[in-house]
T-cell receptor, first 107, second 110 residues
Framework: KNEVEQSPQNLTAQEGEFITINCSYS?????LHWLQQHPGGGIVSLFM???GKKKHGRLIATINIQEKHSSLHITASHPRDSAVYIC?????????FGAGTRLTVKP | NAGVTQTPKFRVLKTGQSMTLLCAQD?????MYWYRQDPGMGLRLIHY???????AKGEVPDGYNVSRLKKQNFLLGLESAAPSQTSVYFC?????????FGPGTRLTVT
């Protein structure tokens, strides 16, 4: 079993829909990261969480440390949100990554 | 600032050949990382460095060597390439808790 599990693997939505991507992990962590990988391959950091909730524009990330679970929400989804979203957990210098969720938002 | 750059962007090697991938960052970050990304799998850490002159093994270090002679550069070497090393390689640097990724190097070993 992978240490970081994401669901769903693939997600197709219509523009404007509310999106939720889930991440569960089985190891101790110092922080959890959400990353976005563009169709061209570039990876950018979206959030770093150690507790609670963070919001940036239409993106919201939450983490429940006790349940070892995090969610990434996208409100009012747009075709430009189409990308692979990656959950990663960090313990000091060791990073473990989920396999990613491929999101496609159709106009 | 250029951020994190990787050289080359693409490379095709024959089994047994050697090569070095270069990662450079101009943000004065202490921490640098090399990852590989394979289809259907998450990124996996190969080696990392917490500062100039230091390196450490990650999750999948076999078949790779690294060097960090200068703070801004982190080199990943393949001494004898194998088809199993066909992958996309990403370098990253970190300050505090945020990682900055390079654009990736697509390596094919035939």
């Amino acid at each position: 079993k992978n240490e970081v599990e994401q669901s769903p693997q693939n997600l197709t939505a219509q523009e404007g829909e509310f999106i939720t991507i889930n991440c569960s992990y089985s190891v101790g962590i110092s922080a959890l990261h959400w990353l976005q990988q563009h169709p061209g391959g570039g990876i950018v950091s979206l959030f770093m969480l150690s507790s609670g909730k963070k919001k940036h524009g239409r993106l919201i990330a939450t983490i429940n440390i006790q349940e070892k679970h995090s969610s990434l929400h996208i409100t009012a989804s747009h075709p430009r949100d189409s990308a692979v979203y990656i959950c990663a957990v960090r313990n000091n210098n060791d990073m473990r990554f989920g396999a990613g969720t491929r999101l496609t938002v159709k106009p | 600032n250029a951020g994190v750059t990787q050289t080359p962007k693409f490379r095709v090697l024959k089994t047994g050949q050697s090569m070095t991938l270069l990662c450079a960052q101009d943000m004065n970050h202490e921490y640098m990382y090399w990852y590989r990304q394979d289809p259907g799998m998450g990124l996996r850490l190969i080696h990392y460095s917490v500062g100039e002159g230091t390196t450490a093994k990650g999750e999948v270090p076999d078949g790779y060597n690294v060097s960090r002679l200068k703070k801004q550069n982190f080199l990943l070497g393949l001494e004898s390439a194998a088809p199993s090393q066909t992958s996309v390689y990403f370098c990253a640097s970190r300050i505090h808790y945020e990682q900055y990724f390079g654009p990736g190097t697509r390596l094919t070993v035939t």
